[in-house]
């Protein structure tokens, strides 16, 4: 199994054969100021033929007589002004997965100088997608034929060499901590129930020196936890809510992730078209885990709580019902439509124990909604804050890890949506704003935090068996967080 590529930072390809990939703009020459003379010549020989355009994604192939052992592959970057950056990590992923597929054993990828690929921000982001495109789960596949070591390059443009280097520290622990979401939202739900993902923190805990606490069914109705305990009472698999913390530092920051292990959708079931993908329903609580990861290991000056609001949402004869009005753990009371907006119930608890802490800040990942994938696809994930400050540093963030979000809003209508007709506030808003009335809920349970936002990655968390691309979580959020953190710690 692939886990992640650990590319050499290289001021040219290095000598002996192997594959040397080249990117170039449309309409432009390929830049060979960091090659090798026999290669600048068969990179400007390969653009030359009238074929070629620059396209994205276009390739084109050439050697030079004098190394036959060289192959170079020239690749389209489309045009220099086109604004969209993440094409870079595109071609990164593309090409060095290309090359992993076909069996190439050493591999230099050549970085044209744009804006899009200076300075430690670009460079982190290439770096990660490099040391991502060989991932695959394949823990449970027999007899899978193990792939060949590749020994990979990377080749930054001219006068970022240093700038590359010190990237890649960064890089590199922030690609591990999106391989370990991964991993985790892709185990089956029939291993990683909520026992199983409080025992995956207990590890981590262990091996990063930080403190664990898991609350079984007794604590959590000590406390009064009663949207966690409604949604995992249909199932065989009782609930749990994990408390990690970490580190020692002034600022105080409290991460919440939704860790629903899988969503039949309860009472009000799911189609079953699909269903199989509600495995990912974790992925908030997945992304939440390996933020923490990721701090310990690039050891950000900062107190880190992460919270893991664990359960199965089952039908059978203990299930919570439409109807029923629960009493969540700030003592809110909410009545409950429907049974598959269960993320928001489990969220209610984790929050409100969150922000009794009084974090500075408070940020929670969930796949909340398909309203929001509804309004953004599967290309940025929803980000509310009533905080202008948080919400700027947060998209800045977005920017650099290339992780988008799109701010949506957070009204008063929203929140006035939400009321019940017997209870405080009611679990759904109906069909309209659906992202916007689900984060008005929680806007309810956030008292005491400094500062607040919820981001909706439920477009973005997986790619679908509906979807393009390879089948599987993403550990999206895991860069941003970490980008952010890194940002306010002056590590960015």
Not at 5 to 29: D, N, R, T
Not at 219 to 229: C, I, P, S, V
Request: include cysteine; proline fraction near 6%; aromatic fraction near 6%.
């Amino acid at each position: 199994m692939v886990r992640i590529l650990k590319p050499k930072i290289a001021s040219k390809p290095p000598s002996g054969e192997g594959l040397v990939i080249v990117g170039c703009f449309a309409g432009e020459a390929p830049d060979g100021s960091r090659l090798p003379a026999e290669l600048a010549a068969a990179a400007a020989r390969a653009a030359s033929r009238p074929a070629w355009r620059g396209t994205e994604g276009e390739v084109v192939w050439g050697s030079s007589p004098e190394r036959p052992d060289r192959v170079l592959a020239l690749h389209g970057l489309g045009r220099r002004e086109d604004p969209e950056s993440v094409r870079f990590g595109r071609w990164v992923e593309r090409a060095l997965s290309g090359a992993l597929r076909e069996g190439h054993r050493r591999v230099t990828l050549v970085v044209p100088a744009h804006p899009g690929t200076s300075g430690r921000a670009a460079a982190a982001y290439l770096l990660r997608r490099a040391a991502l495109c060989g991932y695959r789960f394949d823990r449970y596949r027999a007899g899978e034929p193990k792939a060949p070591e590749t020994a990979v390059s990377i080749v930054p443009p001219p006068g970022e060499d240093a700038v590359y280097r010190r990237a890649r520290r960064i890089a590199e622990p922030v690609a591990r901590a999106v391989v370990r979401a991964r991993d985790l939202a892709n185990t089956p739900p029939n291993v990683a129930d909520p026992a199983w993902m409080a025992s995956e923190a207990r590890k981590l805990a262990r091996r990063h020196g930080m403190k664990a606490r898991v609350l079984g069914e007794r604590e959590l109705a000590r406390r009064g936890m009663g949207g966690l305990l409604a949604v995992g009472g249909g199932s065989a698999r009782p609930p749990r809510l994990v408390h990690l913390s970490w580190g020692t530092g002034e600022r105080s920051v409290a991460v919440v992730g939704k860790g629903i292990t899988f969503d039949t959708g309860g009472i009000s079931i799911k189609p079953a078209k699909a269903m199989d993908e509600m495995k990912f329903d974790k992925s908030g609580a997945c992304v939440a885990l390996a933020v923490a990861q990721g701090v310990a290991e690039l050891e950000l000056p900062l107190r880190l709580d992460v919270y893991l609001p664990l359960a199965e949402n089952m039908p059978d004869g203990e299930a919570y019902r439409p109807g029923d009005i629960v009493r969540c753990m700030n003592g809110k009371t909410v009545e409950v439509l429907n049974t598959d907006a269960e993320g928001r119930m489990v969220l209610a608890d984790a929050l409100a124990l969150a922000a009794a802490a009084e974090p500075d800040d408070l940020i929670d990942f969930a796949t909340l909604t398909g309203a929001c994938v509804v309004a953004l696809g599967h290309h940025g994930a929803g980000l509310f804050s009533a905080d202008e400050g948080l919400a700027a540093e947060l998209l800045e963030a977005s920017e650099a890890s290339r992780e988008r979000l799109w701010r949506l809003p957070l009204w008063p209508e929203f929140r006035a949506d939400m009321e019940g007709r017997h209870a405080e506030i009611k679990n759904s808003g109906g069909r309209w704003g659906g992202a916007c009335t689900a984060a008005a809920f929680l806007s309810h349970f956030v008292d005491g935090a400094g500062r607040w936002a919820h981001i909706d990655i439920a477009g973005t968390a997986y790619v679908g068996s509906a979807e393009s691309g390879p089948f599987g979580a993403t550990g999206y959020g895991v860069a941003l967080a970490l980008t952010w953190l890194l940002k306010e710690s002056g590590r960015l």
